[in-house]
DNA sequence: AGTGTTGGAATGAATATTCATTCCGAGACG
DNA sequence: CGTCTCGGAATGAATATTCATTCCAACACT
């Protein structure tokens, strides 16, 4: 008995009040139906980050973002699509932070700078954000669409190693290589920092990536 | 005549019958205890890094290491007493690949190349394990003890970075920063490589070092 | 040696708990 | 007063752990 088909319709988004673009000021109940989606996906993004996300139940969800169980159900279909949801968005803001109105014209060495203290910025101004994105690096819940966000960044900068490399300003070898070299550094100074229970200052960033041009420059 | 001083008389410890190595044709019993203690935490340890600890079940553990549900307790108090171990097994055995025989006179360049080259072996020869202690870095089901058995190899590393920098051989600076950054390097390489399926070749290794050491040179 | 006894290792179905998801009555809003 | 959102108890599946039972190798005693 009890078909698994779902015999409600299915109503695809979350029913928020699908608001035109037309009402500028009074948000009222807009907002509040906004900020609960927020709230779910704040106190998701934390909670995963500190017990991962099947050590997470989702009614502990529900009380850290101040909303019932069943609320959670009306903004995602499922845990995996809430958990998709936030890398995807948090994935998308750390790729437009570090890429957006990039120097292409600019030599290596401030490309590299760039890129390095762009995430440095988001790095250290969304610590949570950035070891969520880190801890599910390549996790089995993520769906091919959260992958592709993943991968339309790495093309990018890939593009840019590669072009690097062509003017001889970096060493030579697989751009991957490199690539992993260098983002497994800029964990690795994160994390060294955070074990502390501190955030990289400035002048660590600054310090590191010196380090880290002299590790990779030709 | 086979001394069978061994009367029933250990009631705590899994009791592997312990007998005295006299009786070489019989090793049969001991054997088997000895393997279904391994091979439990060879099949955890193989789902735990594919699924990761809280995705993993523990009759699922049973099942890939071909014991019963029930025998797992008999070898370990719970599930976070297995992790535990497992956790505290593969960081000494690192630990000891990589700081057995240390080179204290060596100079700088060599020891750190040893350093590096060492937990290349390591990584490479045993990359289920080094991702397992990746993946369970600071992990919240971690007890004391074996947080204990990774602070202790990080204080012998650090005193060797500190003499280092003492004799102004590598960059000045935080040495927890210099490790971290290192550290994160050397994950980076091998997360790069898996990405595509591989593990590092040791002309990829031998690179990497390279590039590192002069990022932390002075 | 042959036979009976026994301690305790091994098992896996049973248990109690926890979890993701659903459901529906109660309100808020217009 | 109809419509729509919420909350959180209800549900059923899944999970960690237990425990009554089976099984076997090593004595004990002839």
Redesign the pocket.
Known sequence: M?PPS???SR?SQ?????GRASQPA?A??RR??S???EAILDAALALFVERG???????????R??????????????????VNAIYRGQKMRFSAGVLDDFPASANTREQFRTIWMRMARFASANVPAFIFLELHHHASYLDAESRAVEQRMLDIITAVVTAAQARRELKAGDPRLLMGLVLGAFIGVIRSCLDVGQTPADADWAFAEQCIWEAIRS
């Not at 973002?65 to 809430?82: H, W």
């Open positions: 009890a779902n015999p409600r109503p979350p029913a928020i009040p699908a009074i009222g109940a509040v139906v900020d609960k989606r996300f099947w050590g997470t139940a989702v009614p502990e969800i529900a009380d973002a101040g909303v019932g169980a069943g609320t959670i159900y009306r903004y995602f279909d499922s845990k995996e699509a809430l």
